[in-house]
Every structure is written in C-alpha cells, then in structure tokens.
DNA sequence: GGTCTCATGTAAGTGGTTACATGATTAG
DNA sequence: CTAATCATGTAACCACTTACATGAGACC
C-alpha cells in the first residue's frame, strides 16, 4: 500500500492529473518508488472508486481533457490512518538486491571485480540524480536524505567487498 | 529472479529439501530475502520443470518422503549468468519503505515521535537478530554485513529526523 | 487425546508488468 | 510531414500471497 499512499500524498498537496503524476515518476520519484505508468492510471482509478479522490475534467484548447484529481475527506482519512501504519512498521526487506553478495566466491576474481565497479557506477550515478534533485525540492527532503543514506551504504558495502578481495 | 538466484546458491552449496529451506527462510534469512513457504515449493517446481535442479525422494521412518534437491550443469550454468546480471546491475529502489518519510509533516508533532521511536526500535530487532546470526554464518558474511548497514543506515535516518523535530 | 513438528502442496485472489491502442497538438 | 509531446487507458500475462488441505509421528 506504500504506492497508494505516497500517490494520495501527492495529490494531498497538489491537484495533479494522471499524466503529470506518471512525469513526476519518471523524472525523479523513480529514485524512491516504483511506479509503472499502466499501474499509477489504475490506482488512480480504483483511489476514486473508493471514493478518496475526485476529479474534474479541464481542457486546454483541443487536447484530450486531463482529470484533475484532488483528495476527499475520506481519502484524507485514509491516507492519516495508513500513514501512520506505515511509519510505525518496519519491513527488513527491500534490501534485497544485495542477495547477490553470498555468492561472489562462485565467480573467479578477475571477473568479480569489474562487475562490482558496474554495480558501484550505477549507484553513483542514481546518487548523483539524487543530488540534483534535492537541491530543489524541500518537502521531500526527508525522503531523499533517507535514500542517499542508503545509497552510501550500499557504495560503502561494496568498496569494502573489493577491499577484502584485493588483499587476501 | 532474485529469488530464483537465492534458491540455486543455497541448493548448490547443500543438498536440500523443501521443508529445510522454508525453515531457513523463517529462521534468518527473512532478514535478507522475502520468500514464503507456497513460493518455495512452487519455484522448485518450476526449477525442476526448467531442469536447473533434480530431485530424488529419501524417506526417514514412516514420515512423508522429502524431495532433496541438487544442481545440475545447466542450472549451475544459469546460476553463473543471472549472478553476474544481478551483480552488474542496481536497482535503486527496495528502499521504498521510507516514501512515508515524506509526509511526516502531515502528523502532528506529538504523534510523530511515538511512531518513529516504534519503528525504530523494530528495526533494532532486526539488528539484534541480524547479529547473533552473524556470528554463527560464515558463507553469507557479506550478505549479513551489507544488511547490517543498511538497518544502521534506517538508524541514523531515524534518529536525525528524530532531532529535527525535537530542535525547531 | 491434543498439539507440535515434519513434509508436501493447492486454490483463490491480489498486485503489478509489458506490450499495445488511440488520437490530437506542437516543434523542427 | 515527421517526430515528439500530451493524455488517456486496455489486455494479457506473470509473480506472489493468504488461506486452506492432508496426514503421519512424536511429545506431554
């Protein structure tokens, strides 16, 4: 439920229409949650049908009309109940990309280390995104300062892995 | 596939049957990857149709035969590939136990902290579980070690937040 | 005699993805 | 006049979960 939840704190704070929420995912929410297109249309969807958001249709010149969408009362509620579920809870998963690590003994060591610097570039790439974007935004700063955490630790973690390959 | 990696490592360091891996999945590796009973059994059978992994049943006393699996060559040849993918590559998210982060402001003050001291203290369970594990596992160091810093990463996330709110 | 452990799964349902479909508008 | 952008989705499929089913044996 964390995609409804952050798609109802979105529009909590910003009537938003569909496509503009599925911009935001690709440009830089991707970094934090994921959210295919298809499925943030059909949570869209099924939001209303429970009856936490509403929308009205806007229409600019001859375009198709956008459905702007804002939250009710009861998707207030909602999101207050399932947000504080969701802060109280903690889930030890997620972190699963790194089951990959029990393994590395099983490939030689010449080939283990460039795969681990492909690894450590696309984290400092993803980290460098990061970067840029926090700069701007303010009201998910929380967030990204929790992620870049993460981002670091898993940069950390594999430098030390070479670290322990590179002097046996 | 990151399961599907998980389930040939272990099968290929060790001979196992269903019920041992669904227990050292309950036991600690919950800690690190998030397979359930029904996915075990149902990717080992899938695994064995795609000819990754065999099965000879060995019954002890009366009780239900066990169905031990090995490796084969061609599951020994896919493990080698999905590794060396799933190594290279990095997906940013799995982390996205935090978007909730982002609304912490929509909470009043007073009932943030209670939460944020729960979840934190949950994620020292993990730790402290994560630990004593540690201790005794030498195969998944890596593994554990790297899993450690992220719940300190969770840690130190929390506790920042934590003193923002406190010191206005 | 009831409950726990051993050992296997199935059935029903949810949640999500990928690929596809549509059609108008604007920029080069 | 072609390609990208704006705006919505559907259809088919896959992955996974929760709850349920079975049955013997060992323990108290």
Tied chains: 1, 2.
Excluded: C
Excluded at 76 to 84: N, V
Excluded at 91 to 116: C, H, K, R, V
């Amino acid at each position: 439920m964390n995609k409804i939840l952050f798609l109802l704190g979105l529009i909590r704070s910003t009537k938003l229409h569909g496509y503009q929420i599925s911009e935001l995912l690709d440009s830089h929410f991707d970094l934090i949650i994921n959210i295919t297109k298809p499925t943030a249309y059909r949570l869209l969807g099924t939001m209303e049908a429970k009856g936490w958001i509403q929308f009205h249709e806007e229409q600019v010149g001859n375009r198709p009309p956008r459905k702007v969408y804002a939250i009710t009362p009861a998707g207030e509620a909602h999101f207050q109940k399932i947000l504080r579920q969701s802060l109280a809870r903690f889930d030890p998963i997620g972190y699963s990309t790194a089951i990959n690590l029990a393994f590395i003994d099983a490939i030689p060591q010449d080939e283990i280390l460039p795969l681990l610097a492909e690894r450590q570039q696309r984290v400092e790439v993803a980290l460098a995104r990061l970067n840029q974007i926090d700069a701007q935004q303010d009201h998910y700063r929380h967030v990204f300062a929790h992620q870049r955490r993460h981002f670091e630790a898993e940069i950390a973690s594999i430098t030390e892995i070479v670290k322990r390959i590179k002097t046996p």
